[in-house]
């Protein structure tokens, strides 16, 4: 018999020659050492491409599973609940976006309207002391003087004290602590509601309004490393006319104070201050005080308010309303795998439905603080 | 509702993926799940063996599954759920390959694998290459394959499916699976030349 063409010798190799003729080609095969060797080569060839393959890990196929289930269910509940999206998006006004009590390991993304700025290896954890705060009252009550707060103050402190306005501190700062290295020790694992639902709404509503100083939160804005920070004031340490005292807390304690030069380029250490118009966070905040909507120990109790509600609450005029919206910075959070956070992906699906469209990976471990009317914008541009 | 009914009389109720489908159409996670996780690392192999890297083969299979969920309506329930899930991947696989080849792109592991394969031709000073020059030189030459001859070959060699189980996922004729096969296999010894050694 003569040699078998290459198609009939492949078609035995895969199993799919008819019983007759694999008899056939069976018996050529026993005195022809040339085709075994064809089908050795070709069977060894197609084995080693094969077993080449290397799967990936099974958290990267989880991840995917989670993105898919996400965005399939959120279609499929989104045509039953368009009626109540604005409704949601409210309620996300007052949820909380981040901010486990474990420090956030990644890049950090502050973007602005001027810009972007990325702080690549830090470790970011939101700080404030809002109790205190709250304990105060809207108003601020500690009612400390410029001179004993800091030596040096900002322009815009100067412009009110020049009009003959005081000064007055809450001793309160919605606070971004950024530290290149070790961060402190957690704070109580304890904490107690009130705290919790703080932490929540003040890392979900964060007016930024530099030139409102109600209450009193003392700002000087320097340029460090890494860009544009804002440094807290708190007159903490004794320092030289030339420094600015700083004082970094986590969980409303202080975990270290000190004094930098102004304008410095060696900052180890520093602290991005959000400053919020008090008077109108301390009134989200107390709305929000009653609830705590990602604490999960809470999660029958009512949800915060709405922005909305917000207004009605305080009689708000419309162009405060809506520069407050503007002015609303939201901050996104997402894992090594590019996977928004359980607020993150809340805020996302009511503000911008289709943001697992336009997401990637150049989001893992990621922080954006973003304005929340960028947001569409900026996965837009991706 | 009409889908069920549907499914009762094809005989397919008894199909433990089409009722897991349905599930997960309706928001059922444990469903869902059970069905991605049965044939994530199939659908992710097929992708990455069609196109050029990882990041692609990501994007196709998320897209594979997602389009399955969107269209099960159309569902061909006389087709097995696998060989239809194949149908998706390469069909978004060979879509990836046109718009990548408008866009004149050379994919690094590509161009890795190119120059691996031509440097061993270069250097062909022995009858048999070493098993690792050879297997570079293989995944080149699947590279270079049309898509159409690679779906085929992918399907054949990688998932080791049957001719039917392949014309059945692409959708073609059982002697065109036959054809292109033998054709990918030819084209791929072809380029790999003295490397296997002499035969034809």
């Known amino acids: ?382 | 509702m009409l889908l069920s009914v549907l499914l009762m009389m094809t005989g397919e109720e008894d199909n433990p993926d089409i009722q897991l489908l349905r599930k997960a159409k309706n928001g059922d996670r444990d469903a869902f799940g059970e069905l991605f996780r049965k044939y994530e690392k199939r659908v992710f192999r097929v992708a990455r063996r069609m196109c050029g890297s990882d990041d692609e083969a990501w994007d196709i299979t998320q897209d594979a599954f997602i389009r399955a969920m969107q269209a099960m309506d159309r569902y061909d329930t006389q087709y097995r759920f696998f060989t239809w899930i194949y149908r998706i991947t390469t069909n978004l696989a060979i879509n990836y390959a046109k718009k990548k080849s408008r866009r004149r792109e050379v994919h690094f592991e590509e161009a890795y694998y190119c120059a691996e394969g031509q440097q061993v031709i270069e250097d062909n000073v022995a009858d048999r290459a070493s098993g690792e020059q050879l297997l570079g030189a293989v995944s080149k030459a699947v590279n270079k394959l049309t898509p159409a001859l690679k779906a085929v070959f992918v399907l054949r060699i990688d998932q080791q499916l049957s001719y039917s189980e392949i014309a059945e996922s692409l959708d073609i004729a059982l002697g065109t699976v036959m054809s292109r096969l033998n054709r990918a296999r030819a084209k791929i010894r072809e380029e790999l030349g003295s490397m296997l050694g002499e035969w034809e």
């Open chain 1, 1 to 382: 018999m003569n040699c078998p063409d290459f198609d009939t010798l492949m078609m035995l190799l895969d199993g799919e020659l008819e019983e007759e003729k694999l008899n056939e080609v069976s018996a050529h095969l026993v005195s022809c050492c040339r085709c075994r060797d064809l089908i050795d080569s070709q069977k060894n060839l197609e084995a080693s491409w094969r077993d080449s393959f290397v799967t990936p890990d099974t958290d990267k196929f989880r991840s995917m599973e989670w993105i898919i289930y996400r965005r399939m269910n959120r279609r499929s509940r989104w045509k039953f609940f368009v009626p109540a999206a604005a409704g949601i998006i409210a309620v996300l006004l007052g949820v909380k976006l981040i901010m486990d009590n474990q420090p956030f390991k990644g890049r950090v993304t502050e973007l602005s309207r001027d810009g972007r700025t990325e702080y690549a290896s830090y470790t970011l954890r939101l700080v404030e002391e809002t109790d205190e705060l709250l304990d105060s009252g809207i108003d601020g009550t500690d009612n400390e003087t410029v001179s004993e707060i800091a030596p040096d103050q900002t322009s815009v402190d100067r412009d009110i004290l020049a009009e003959g306005g005081t000064l007055e501190t809450t001793s309160r700062m919605d606070n971004y602590s950024i530290t290149d290295g070790e961060m402190p020790e957690s704070a109580s694992e304890e904490e107690d509601a009130g705290e919790s639902s703080l932490r929540c709404i003040s890392s979900l509503v964060q007016e930024i309004d530099q030139q409102t100083i109600v209450g009193g939160v003392v700002t000087e804005s320097v340029s460090g490393a890494g860009g544009s920070a804002g440094f807290s004031g708190y007159g903490i340490e004794e320092c030289e006319e030339t420094e600015i005292a700083f004082e970094t807390t986590f969980m409303g304690d202080a975990v270290e104070t000190g004094c930098f030069e102004e304008q410095t380029d060696d900052i180890s250490d520093i602290t991005l201050s959000l400053d919020a118009d008090t008077t109108e966070l301390a009134a989200a905040q107390t709305v929000a005080s009653s609830v705590s909507p990602c604490d999960e120990s809470q999660d029958n109790r009512a949800l915060p308010q709405s922005i909305e509600y917000y207004s009605r609450f305080h009689d708000l005029p419309d162009h405060k309303m809506d520069s407050l919206k503007a002015n609303i910075y939201v901050e996104l959070v997402f894992d090594a795998d590019g996977q928004p956070d359980s607020c993150t992906a809340l805020i996302l699906d009511s503000l911008f439905p289709d943001w697992s469209d336009y997401i990637s990976l150049e989001y893992s471990d990621t922080v954006l603080v973003i304005p929340l009317a960028d947001i569409q914008q900026l996965f837009s541009e991706m």
